[in-house]
């Protein structure tokens, strides 16, 4: 209960505009009133030269997070958009390349390109510029005019992501009757196609019309992608992409023919077959290392060049495989599996524990009987986990600095911490979905536990990972209670100590992220919940430490839903019969009813919450008071 899934996709978008560090500093120089003030002044000029300089300036004054405000404020890109449909084809390409990187920023920006109505401007772009479009070697644009597509579909891409009114404009243009034609490799190459797929992964998804418009007019097209036999970097991509739009048309891999099923998971797994800590190994290799100095001195002619393909196809190869682990997790996600998940929390339940409880002959169904079998079976023998789980391991520290270091790959450094948090969440969701054998049993379990708690306590402060760590944590925890419930053979933790709890206990403290706050609290709350089943001295002092720190954290606790999760979690603990007698000595009863009116007010005062976030509140809310009844009466028979 309470396991919210993360957000199915995050992209990192590389700038399309590179800068003169030397004209960035005057421009920085200068007064920003200013600057802006002359930018305006250049994008209104007639001259063709001031308007590409004027959108220059623009695309350095947005490379500071900061300047965003200023942009939308002085109204900027009322008067960039419309540069879009400039006559001039350098014009245009400069302004959707700026558009897409702002765009980038972040959901804010995009809000102000809808609100400066820059998507009106996009859509007339692809009506007038794309419908009929066709590359023609003669022509001294072609590859300008190519560019200009790809920015304008990551533009689309990106505003789409981020607001369902774009997705609502969309729908009333013809943008999604052209951009089919633009998946022929043979004509647009793989950029445009690339680019296409990424967009159609996103408008797709959860869209009924576009659903059955890019069905119709894209099958076939998809199908030739999948189809492709290449496994260079660039054609992993767009095959991966292309099983992506394909899973998302049909709204579920399960209504897909059982060949083509088989098609996509084996793509899959040769995509993330690809070993990424090599490939990035060879990379570092070629990349220019700083001098004594400090100072590194970029290659030049066909060095550069071939250095350039090299950091382009190790980051084809990072994206096909960040795309990959996103389609496991969607697959291992779905509505009956969460639910299913969901189920085997005591809160979750309409009535609470009661005598009878063990003892009525029910089956619980697992998760992994959730999962059709003809895709447990092409997982599991294509050995999607392992190859999975190899994706949240970096390549070696020295490798990352150097990729770091060079401009030309710094991205990459960036794009692997994305693909090591997403593979990670992917594990969170195959952990609930494939049987424990198939995971290397108790023992493989609980070793992805103890790799998953060196990421959390001995790593870095990144947020992301940490949450996606925890996850994975929690979730082992929870694999392994379902298997071990009621075994009192169990000894994986049978030697546990309160001072082996120190660093957990201090890291939840300390913790300023409540989606991590809550993964921590529910797993030592799942931890406690394992040790039930071999209670001796030792064991349940571990016990008794665990619920005073959540009960104490509780009370400390801002956040409603984490301490809906914190209560959920003791609920669960104390759930068990066995724990009767620790309950009297804890004052259980007692204190929880002084949480009791804490949580109410706190529900009273923060009504404005996600909906998984609201359902959880709620129903402890409801729960906590027959809770506890039900363990008073228990306790008064002791």
Known sequence: MGKIRKPKRTKVRQNVVAQNSDDEEEVMGDSKENVVQTILDQLQAANVEEKYCGLQTFAMLIETPENIELVLNKGLIKVVAPLLLDQASSVRNAAAGALRNFSAAGHEACEGLLEQDAMTTLICYFHEHTESFTPESSSATKDEDMDTIIQCINLLWNLCESSDLAIKYLGQSRILDILPRYLDLTTFGNDIVTAVLQCLIVVVEDNPQAMEKIKSNSEKQLQELLSLESNEPAMLLVKTLAAGVTINICGNITSLPGNVIHQIIAILANTLSVDHRAACNQLSSDVPLPDGAGKITAPKGKAAQALENHIKSVTQMLDAQQSAVEIVANICSSEDAEDSVDGGDSS????LPDDDLNCNGDETMLPEDKLPIEILEALVSLEIFDKVWAKTQLPAENVLMILKEYEGSALLYKKLQNLQTRSLLCVNNMLSSLPIENLGGVNGVYRL??????????????????????????????????????????????????????????????????????????????????????????????????????????????????????????????????????????????KLNALSPVLKNKARQQKKLPKEYKVLVSTVTSNLPRFIKYKKGRISKL
């Open 449 to 590: 536990w103890v790799e998953a708690g060196k990421m959390v306590f001995k790593q870095n402060s990144d947020a992301f990972l940490l949450e996606s760590a925890t996850a994975v944590m929690r979730a082992s925890l929870d694999k392994i209670k379902l298997r071990e419930s009621g075994n009192t053979d169990n000894v994986l933790f049978s030697d546990l100590a309160v001072s082996d709890l120190e660093m957990m206990l201090t890291g939840i403290r300390e913790c300023t992220a409540p989606e991590i706050r809550s993964n921590l609290i529910r797993m030592i709350g799942l931890l406690a919940l394992l040790l039930v089943n071999t209670l001796n001295d030792a064991s349940a002092n571990v016990i008794c430490t665990i619920t005073d720190f959540i009960l104490d954290q509780a009370h400390k606790e801002n956040e409603v839903w984490v301490l809906a999760e914190a209560i959920d979690t003791i609920i669960d603990l104390y759930s068990e019969d066995e724990t009767d007698a620790l309950a009297a000595k804890l004052n259980l009863v007692e």
């Open 348 to 351: 979750d339940s309409e009535d």
